[in-house]
């Protein structure tokens, strides 16, 4: 697509365009071809039992809390307009059905044990965070929106390709795949490279992991490849105990090697235990969910099956 396609017009209307993100992150080099600013949007349809940023699972700003830097002086109950927060054995807690996620307890927590997960930002004022960098994305790199889940905020992601596509910067979006065709379309008409995770095949396993089943996730993945024109990579979290064992590797080699077929490469992301610590800070229970750090050695073993298939697995 050819640069300075939108009028003036159009970009005035694109970037006033509204979404909640919860980061922006420069010079990344793993989510997508070359450098790449990720851009963090806030909302996902899927709850993975894993999930590595439980902070962007709802689409509204969340509060986060760190007992560990809590005083324990109060000021917190005080500002809280909701009544939310109440001290307990000298800790501040607060009522998460209470709590909108104001931040005006944050503003008061002097030790900084209180902080807002997301904010609202208009696509205009992203895009400028990503064209700021545009010296460095080279002809590869660019623009990456991902999160939570690039689709949970349809228009904000597709006014910000836009606009990175009109400026000549490339894009690329992570999406776990559960959306509409009609949106899948629509944003992808504008996207380089789709990131499109696979997390299992059985469909009654994909939703005791994901809470939903992986049907349309699958169908929309084949349709990508049959009737669009970007590039493909597909990315499987690998969590041993859970969806890491070789037969379900076996089969996304299987399936990407036989219906996937303009597939680029396929990247296993081994699991890490980030996302416990996040999910303490937002009061979350983990329902039970354990599994390890896998070593190079297992993840070297999956590796090889999906290059048994003749595919990209680097
Ligand atoms: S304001 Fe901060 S340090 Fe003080 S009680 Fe509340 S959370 Fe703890
Ligand atoms: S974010 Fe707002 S509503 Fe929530 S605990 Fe803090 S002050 Fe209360």
């Not at 050819?2 to 793993?30: M, S, W």
């Not at 830097?69 to 809280?80: H, M, R, Y």
């Not at 927590?109 to 960098?133: H, L, N, Q, W």
Request: charged fraction near 30%; charge should be negative.
């Amino acid at each position: 697509m050819a640069e300075n396609f939108l009028t003036d017009d159009e970009i005035k209307e694109l970037r006033k365009v509204k979404g909640t993100i919860f980061n922006i992150q420069h010079y990344c080099i793993h989510d997508g071809p070359g450098v790449r600013t990720n851009v963090f949007v806030k909302g996902c349809p899927l709850r993975c039992i894993w999930c590595a940023n439980p902070e962007s699972q709802i689409t509204t700003p969340q509060l986060m809390y760190r007992s560990d830097k809590c005083v324990g002086c109060g000021a917190c109950v005080e500002a809280c307009p909701r009544k939310a927060v109440t001290m307990v054995d000298g800790k501040s807690s607060t009522d998460r059905a209470l709590c909108e996620g104001c931040g005006k307890c944050v503003k008061v927590c002097k030790p900084e044990a209180r902080e807002i997960m997301g904010y609202s930002i208009t696509a205009g004022e992203a895009f400028d965070k990503v064209a700021k960098e545009k010296i460095f994305y080279g002809d590869d790199g660019g623009l990456t929106v991902t999160g939570g889940e690039a689709l949970a905020h349809p228009e904000f992601t597709l006014a910000l390709l836009k606009l990175c596509k009109n400026d000549g910067i490339g894009t690329a979006i992570e999406t776990c795949g559960h959306a509409k065709w009609d949106i899948v379309k629509r944003v992808l008409a504008f996207c380089d490279t789709v990131l499109f995770d696979i997390k299992e095949t059985d469909s009654r396993k994909h939703e005791e992991f994901t809470c939903v089943g992986n049907e349309l996730i699958l169908e929309n993945l084949e349709r990508i490849n049959n009737e669009l024109d970007c590039a493909i990579w597909v990315r499987v979290p690998t969590i041993p105990g859970y969806n890491a064992d070789e037969e379900n590797i076996r089969r996304i080699g299987e399936l990407v090697s036989s219906r996937i077929t303009r597939c680029s490469r396929v990247d296993l992301l081994p699991f890490h235990n980030l996302g416990e610590s996040k999910a303490e800070q937002l009061d979350r229970d983990m329902n039970g969910f354990h599994s390890e750090v896998p070593s190079k050695e297992f993840m070297d073993n999956l590796k090889e099956i999906i290059r048994g298939f003749g595919l990209n697995c680097p």
